[in-house]
C-alpha cells in the first residue's frame, strides 16, 4: 500500500491538473459528445486493460494458461508428488488453480482415510477422544502447501514494493517536469525535458488504481511542455512529426487488427498499442490531437465490438457444454447399480461410466471459472458410483478370502487321501472334496492359478492310482481270462448240443472265475455262443427265451452288478406295461366287431395278435418273477 506522504502527492498532482486534464486531453472533453457516446466506452475498457496489466511483475513473465489435471484417480503420495513438481517447476504467481485443485483432492482422500482409521479404532473399542492419526504424507504435503504460501506471499509482497516504488518515480518525474515548464530556461528546457522522458519511460509498472491517473497528469504537463516551447520551434515541429508519424502506424496496426480472426491475439495487440500510444510516444501539433485520437478511438471501437460479440458467442458456446456436460452428469446420477450382484454386473456398470465420462470430456472445454461448478458436480456424480462400486469390491474381497480358506482346507484334505490305500473310502471322499469345491466362489486373482494347480494335482494323483489299481490284472485274473477264452474256442466247436450240455456249460463257465473289468468283453461273446446253441435246440419258445435270459442274469448276479440288474427289471417292467397297453387296444377294437362273425378274417387276425401279446406277456412276467427272487 502506499504511505501517506505517497497518497497526498498522487492527490495533489491530481486536484492541481485536473481542470488542464480536461481541457487538454482527447480521451475526455475535448472529444465531441457523439464521439464520447460510440468510442469512450469501448477506449476505457483497453485502457483499464492496460492498467490491470500494468501490475505485473517488471520481469514481464506472462502467466501460462494451463489445464487443470483431473487428480481424482491420484494416490495421496502422487498428490504430493504432483505437488512437488508443480510448485518447483512454474512461476508460484501462476499455480493457483493446479495447487487448488490438488488441495481439493488430497483433503477429500485424506478426510476418508481418516475417518476409516477413527472407525476401525472405535470398533476395537477405543475411545472418540483418544483418537490420534498422523502420516509421514501429510507432514510432508503440509510443508509443501507452507512453502508455497511463504513463495506466493513473498512474490506479493516484492510485487507490491515494486509498484509503490516505481509510483514514487513517476510521481518525481511529474514533479520534476512541472518544475522544468515554470523555470522555463531555454537552454536546457528541451534537453532535460527529454532526459525526463526516458526515465519516464524506464520506470516499472505501478498499481493500476493509479496508472491512468499518472499517466494523465503526465500527459497533461507534456502538452504543456510543447505548448510553451516556442523558443525551439524546430525541435517541437520535429518532435510533433515523429509523434504523428508513430501515432499513425499504431492507427493503421489497430485498423489492421479489426481483420484479425483471433480475437484474443487482437485484444492483447490492442493493449500494447494504447501502451505504447501512451507510454512511448508524446504528443502531436494541438491542431491534429482530436483527429488522431478520433480514428485510433474508432479503430478501437471495431477491435472492442468484434471482441465483444465474439465472446458473446463464446458464452452462449459454453453454455451449450455446461448443458452437455450436466446431461451426463444427470445420467450418472441416475445410473442404477443395485441389481449388480456379481464382477461381470460391475465390469459393465464401469464400461457404462466410462462411456459417459468420454461424453463428459468430449463436450468440449471451459475456461476454469465456467467449469469449476459444473466439474464439482460431475466429480461428486462419479464419486457416488465409485463409492458404490468400492463397496461391493471390499464385500468381494472379503468373501474371496474366505472362499480362498475354504478351499485350501479342501485342498489339506484331498492331499491328505491322495497316497490312500483305503479305496472305497479315499473315493468317496474325493468325490465329495470336487463336489464341494464346484459349490465355492472365486478366490483371489492372484491365488487362483495356485490353489487350482495344488488341487488338480492333488485329485489327479488319487484318481490316476486308484484307474491304475482298479485296471490292472493280477496273475489269477490273467489265468482266469485265458481259461475262458479256450473254453470259448472249444465250446464254438460243440456239434449237436443238447440242453443239458448248454446248461453245463454255462456251469463251467462261470465256475472258471470272474473277468477283470478290461475283459468283460468275453462275457458278451459268450451268451452270443448260448443264444446260437439254444435256437438249434427244439424247444419251446418260452423255455428257450428264459434260458437266454437267465443265463444273462444271472452272470450279472455273479459279478454283483446291481446297476445292470436293476436296468434289467426297469426294462423288464417297460415292456411288460407296453404289451399291457397293446392288449388292452386291441381287446378295444373288438368291440368295433360285436356283430361280426367270428370266422371274420379281420376278427381273426386281431385275435391272433392278442394272443400273441399275452404269449409274450407271460414271458415278461416270468422274467420279472425269476429278477424278483435274486438277492442283490
Not at 335 to 362: G, M, P, V
Request: glycine letters at 2%; hydrophobic letters at 35%; proline letters at 2%.
Amino acid at each position: 500500500m502506499l504511505d501517506k506522504q505517497q497518497e497526498e502527492n498522487v492527490d495533489k498532482l491530481a486536484s492541481t491538473s485536473s481542470e488542464e486534464v480536461t481541457k487538454t486531453t482527447p480521451t475526455t472533453a475535448e472529444t465531441s459528445k457523439e464521439v464520447v457516446d460510440e468510442n469512450t466506452e469501448a477506449v476505457n475498457e483497453v485502457e483499464n486493460s492496460v492498467a490491470e496489466n500494468s501490475e505485473k511483475n517488471e520481469s514481464k513473465e506472462k502467466e501460462e494458461e494451463t489445464s487443470v489435471v483431473d487428480y481424482s484417480k491420484f494416490s495421496l503420495e502422487e498428490l504430493v508428488s504432483a505437488l512437488q513438481k508443480t510448485i518447483s517447476n512454474s512461476p508460484v504467481q501462476t499455480i493457483k488453480p493446479q495447487v487448488d485443485a490438488i488441495k481439493s483432492t488430497f483433503n477429500q482422500k485424506f478426510g476418508a482415510l481418516l475417518a476409516e482409521k477413527k472407525a476401525k479404532f472405535l470398533a476395537d473399542g477405543g475411545n472418540s477422544i483418544d483418537f490420534q492419526f498422523s502420516s509421514p504424507i501429510k507432514l510432508e504435503y503440509n510443508r509443501l502447501l507452507g512453502d508455497y504460501k511463504k513463495q506466493r506471499d513473498a512474490y506479493y509482497k516484492n510485487l507490491e514494493k515494486e509498484l509503490n516504488q516505481n509510483l514514487e518515480k513517476r510521481v518525481q518525474v511529474i514533479e520534476n517536469l512541472k518544475d522544468l515548464i515554470e523555470e522555463a530556461d531555454a537552454k536546457t528546457m528541451y534537453k532535460n525535458f527529454k532526459e525526463l522522458q526516458d526515465t519516464w519511460k524506464t520506470i516499472g509498472p505501478v498499481p493500476k488504481s493509479y496508472y491512468n491517473d499518472t499517466w494523465k497528469i503526465y500527459h497533461h504537463h507534456v502538452e504543456r511542455f510543447y505548448d510553451l516551447l516556442h523558443l525551439s520551434n524546430d525541435f517541437r515541429d520535429l518532435d510533433f512529426k515523429y509523434n504523428l508519424e508513430e501515432k499513425l502506424k499504431i492507427i493503421a496496426k489497430a485498423e489492421a487488427l479489426a481483420n484479425e480472426s483471433d480475437i484474443n491475439f487482437a485484444s492483447k495487440e490492442l493493449q500494447e498499442l494504447h501502451r505504447a500510444w501512451k507510454e512511448d510516444i508524446g504528443p502531436v501539433a494541438k491542431e491534429m490531437r482530436e483527429e488522431i485520437w478520433h480514428k485510433f478511438s474508432v479503430a478501437t471501437k471495431k477491435i472492442h465490438d468484434k471482441r465483444h460479440d465474439y465472446f458473446k458467442q463464446m458464452r452462449s458456446k459454453h453454455q451449450e457444454i455446461i448443458d452437455k456436460k450436466e446431461e451426463v452428469v444427470a445420467l450418472i446420477n441416475a445410473y442404477d447399480t443395485s441389481k449388480n450382484k456379481t464382477h461381470n454386473d460391475w465390469q459393465k456398470s464401469i464400461n457404462d461410466i466410462e462411456k459417459l465420462r468420454k461424453l463428459y470430456f468430449d463436450a468440449g472445454k471451459l475456461p476454469y471459472a465456467k467449469s469449476e461448478e459444473v466439474w464439482q458436480k460431475f466429480k461428486a456424480a462419479t464419486k457416488k458410483f465409485n463409492s458404490a462400486k468400492n463397496t461391493f469390491y471390499k464385500k468381494e474381497k472379503n468373501e474371496q478370502q474366505e472362499n480362498l480358506n475354504k478351499k485350501l482346507a479342501l485342498i489339506e484334505l484331498a492331499e491328505s487321501l491322495k497316497d490312500s490305500e483305503d479305496w472305497e473310502m479315499a473315493t468317496n471322499a474325493m468325490k465329495k472334496v470336487q463336489s464341494d469345491w464346484k459349490k465355492i466362489g472365486h478366490v483371489p486373482r492372484k491365488f487362483s492359478d495356485e490353489v487350482w494347480k495344488r488341487f488338480k494335482a492333488a485329485c489327479n494323483h488319487y484318481f490316476d492310482r486308484y484307474h491304475q489299481q482298479k485296471n490292472a490284472i493280477s496273475k489269477e485274473e490273467l489265468v482266469t481270462v485265458a481259461a475262458k477264452k479256450q473254453f470259448l474256442e472249444d465250446l464254438k466247436e460243440t456239434k449237436n448240443a443238447t440242453k443239458d450240455a448248454v446248461l453245463k456249460a454255462i456251469k463251467d463257465w462261470r465256475a472258471l472265475g470272474r473277468l477283470p473289468r478290461n475283459a468283460r468283453h468275453l462275457d458278451g461273446k459268450f451268451n452270443k455262443q448260448i443264444d446260437k446253441m439254444l435256437a438249434n435246440l427244439s424247444l419251446d419258445k418260452t423255455e428257450a427265451t428264459m434260458l437266454k435270459f437267465t443265463n444273462v442274469v444271472d452272470g450279472y448276479a455273479a459279478d454283483n452288478d446291481a446297476r445292470k440288474l436293476d436296468s434289467e427289471q426297469i426294462f423288464v417292467r417297460k415292456k411288460i406295461d407296453e404289451i399291457v397297453r397293446e392288449i388292452q387296444q386291441l381287446e378295444n377294437n373288438l368291440g368295433f366287431f360285436s356283430n361280426a362273425k367270428d370266422d371274420n378274417p379281420l376278427v381273426v387276425n386281431v385275435k391272433n395278435k392278442v394272443n400273441e401279446f399275452k404269449e409274450d406277456l407271460a414271458i415278461w412276467k416270468q422274467k420279472l418273477s425269476y429278477l424278483n427272487k435274486l438277492d442283490y
